[in-house]
């Protein structure tokens, strides 16, 4: 009867070793991929904001195709908006017809 009881105490001893075992090395594992899991997180964030910025340089240049700058005042200003003089063998562009009005005025002047 002792040796059953011997034998049964080394069997509960050795169940409970395997089953703290288990537990840890899952709380381990659980960290580990709790860690993976933030780093592919941060790093598909991080993709995301590269392809956004890409995406709005590409917008940017695009919509720099279609915009000119005003020979007066400066402003940028749709192409097709524009309003346009030809004058000593350049294409000036204006914003409004005021704009267009002072630009003569001052180049008369000089």
Wanted: proline share 0%.
């Amino acid at each position: 009867m002792e040796f059953i009881n011997a034998v049964l105490r080394i069997t509960m001893i050795i169940f409970l070793i395997r089953a703290v075992i288990t537990i840890a090395t899952g709380f381990i594992m659980s960290r580990r991929m709790q860690k993976a899991q933030r780093s592919t997180e941060l790093m598909n964030e991080k993709m995301l904001q590269i392809k956004m910025m890409e995406q709005k340089r590409l917008e940017e240049s695009e919509l720099q195709k279609h915009l000119v700058k005003d020979d007066y005042c400066g402003r940028m200003i749709d192409r097709t908006k524009a309003f346009i003089m030809h004058c000593e063998g350049k294409t000036c562009h204006f914003c409004s017809w005021e704009c267009r009005e002072k630009y003569l005025e001052e180049t008369v002047a000089i």
